[in-house]
Nanobody
Framework: QVQLVESGGGLVQAGGSLRLSCAAS????????MGWFRQAPGKEREFVAA????????YYADSVKGRFTISREYVKNTVYLEMNSLKSEDTAVYYC??????????????????WGQGTQVTVSS
């Protein structure tokens, strides 16, 4: 059983930084795509960033390119999302997700089979 547990959310001022963590357990994640998605109030959940566990290829939404960095740490089985230069529009619940059979191209929500419970990020202006 795959378990994904997010942490690191909180309240931050605009221009500030946060690092989210996603602790993954339950199986070996070799070959998986690990993604971050977010959902703001009244909006659909949207893709933020993803990383291939093997090889480390990364993907980003245009809205976060240059500000967010996704990475993974093998020893801890953890995926991180470093968020810098935060804006009020980054306010959302952030979810970690795992796709065991990633396809080429920009990841989409439908590909991901496993999801964490989410962590709230609030950016005050």
């Amino acid at each position: 059983q795959v378990q994904l547990v997010e942490s690191g959310g909180g309240l931050v001022q605009a221009g500030g930084s946060l690092r989210l963590s996603c602790a993954a357990s339950g199986r070996t994640f070799s070959g998986y795509s690990m993604g971050w998605f977010r959902q703001a109030p009244g909006k659909e959940r949207e893709f933020v960033a993803a990383i291939r566990w093997t090889g480390g290829r990364t993907y980003y939404a245009d809205s976060v390119k240059g500000r967010f960095t996704i990475s993974r740490e093998y020893v801890k089985n953890t995926v991180y999302l470093e968020m810098n230069s935060l804006k009020s529009e980054d306010t959302a619940v952030y979810y970690c997700a795992a796709d065991p059979t990633p396809s080429p191209g920009i990841p989409t929500e439908a590909w991901y089979d496993f999801w964490g419970q989410g962590t709230q990020v609030t950016v005050s202006s």
